[in-house]
């Protein structure tokens, strides 16, 4: 009986770099705040609440603050909301992943040029909605095959196609396909982050082996839920946990072949002790 654990699995380097400079304030700094959950991982974000950092969930909840460092997470914020921590004189640091800055630039250059976009993703996911922000004209956002699939526009548009850093790979190449068969004047930009290509090529690739899949990930993480959908695919009996309390393996003795991979937002402690766990279990 063996595990394979994934090489890419849990925090990615924006992650990484999000989270380490959260900790690095703490001490140093009086009211530190992150606009929204730092990462999709109730673990990390309730350990940061003990020491202190706060975190922001609404506009309004922006408005009442007057002094303190607002950390922006990794998948970045809407345009507007970052021209008001400016404006209100706040303190920030800015940790939006540079691979989602690329994209906010894409949309704000091609909008500009009078380019139609369209963002490739979950519309009601923060890094979409943030993507969304920084378009100067017509944008829409397309979540699967099935909606490009219905998707109408003027022939003569000129479009500028952009996706959401984590979105599913193989379903990114069939809407793009879906597009192109339409015969759009469309310039395709591929703006899945690498980190999340070799997840999910890897994921996929493990998936296909094993017996049984676990993808550790919390329950509002996108990038987990792709993993999720993308290994049971591949694999029946695939599990979606957040932590090690959730996992109820049944039927072990059948089992010859475990893998385990994990979204960004997932701290290593928490693989190793979904890993340890299986080792013990299946033995
Ligand atoms: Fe950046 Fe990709 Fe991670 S966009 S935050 S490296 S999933």
């Given at each position: 009986m063996e595990v394979i654990v994934a090489e890419?699995?849990?925090?990615c380097f924006g992650v990484t770099k999000a989270v380490e400079k959260v900790y690095e304030q703490i001490g140093k700094k009086d009211n530190i705040y992150t606009?929204?959950?730092?990462?999709?991982?109730e673990t990390v974000v309730s350990d940061l609440e003990k020491k202190g950092v706060k975190v922001i969930g609404s506009e309004d909840e922006l408005d009442d603050i007057k002094e303190g460092t607002i950390i922006i997470r990794s998948h970045g914020i809407k345009k507007d909301i970052y021209e008001k921590i400016q404006q209100k004189n706040l303190e920030y640091i800015d940790a939006t992943c540079p691979f989602v800055k690329r994209i906010h630039k894409i949309v704000d250059e091609e909008s500009q040029k009078g380019k139609t976009i369209i963002v490739v993703g979950s519309a009601d996911h923060p890094e979409v909605e943030g993507i969304v922000s920084y378009a100067n004209g017509p944008v829409f956002v397309i979540e699967s095959p099935k909606e490009a699939a219905e998707f109408q526009i003027d022939q003569g548009t000129e479009i500028c196609l952009v996706s959401q850093?984590?979105?599913n790979y193989n379903k990114f190449k069939e809407t793009v396909e879906i597009f192109q068969s339409k015969g759009y004047n469309i310039n395709i930009v591929n703006t899945i982050c690498n980190a999340t290509e070799e997840r999910q090529t890897e994921a996929e690739r493990i998936a296909s082996q094993v017996d049984v899949m676990i993808v550790i990930g919390g329950a509002h993480s996108s990038n987990s839920r792709k993993l999720y959908e993308i290994c049971s695919q591949k694999c029946a009996r695939t599990y979606f946990i957040q932590?090690?309390?959730?996992l109820h393996l049944d039927?072990?003795?059948?089992?010859?072949l475990v893998g385990i991979t994990a979204g960004a937002s997932t701290p290593k402690n928490i693989i190793e002790e979904v890993q340890n766990y299986v080792r013990r279990s299946i033995i």
């Open positions: 890419h699995a849990g925090f606009y929204g959950p730092i990462i999709h991982n850093t984590t979105f932590t090690l309390d959730d039927n072990t003795k059948a089992v010859k």
